[in-house]
Nanobody, 124 residues
Framework: QVQLVESGGDLVQPGGSLRLSCVVS????????MGWYRQPPGKQRELIAA????????NYADSVKGRFIISRDNAKNTVYLQMENLKPEDTAVYYC?????????????????WGQGTQVTVSS
């Protein structure tokens, strides 16, 4: 069974920064496109950033483009999300999981399970 453990969430002021981490076990991490998702209060979970298996190509939702950077370390089975210039609308529970890339189309996917997520709250 695949396990995903997200960490790094916190309460930060607008304009602040955070770095999220997600360690994946039970899957061949280096074979998979990985993504970061978020679920704001009362809303559906959405894919906001994704990275190809070798870490060369990335994709971002318009809402985070230019402020967030996804990266990965295949030797550590870990995917990261560096978040800069955080805004109150970034408040959400953040999750990592698989994603898909078909030609230039990116979409959400999963390993059949989700981690507990990590809470990011942006507020003054």
């Amino acid at each position: 069974q695949v396990q995903l453990v997200e960490s790094g969430g916190d309460l930060v002021q607008p304009g602040g920064s955070l770095r999220l981490s997600c360690v994946v076990s039970g899957a061949i991490f280096s074979f998979n496109v990985m993504g970061w998702y978020r679920q704001p209060p009362g809303k559906q979970r959405e894919l906001i950033a994704a990275i190809t298996s070798e870490g060369i190509t990335t994709n971002y939702a318009d809402s985070v483009k230019g402020r967030f950077i996804i990266s990965r370390d295949n030797a550590k089975n870990t995917v990261y999300l560096q978040m800069e210039n955080l805004k109150p609308e970034d408040t959400a529970v953040y999750y990592c999981n698989r994603a898909r890339k078909f030609y230039n189309t990116w979409s959400g996917a999963d390993f059949g399970s989700w981690g507990q997520g990590t809470q990011v709250t942006v507020s003054s």
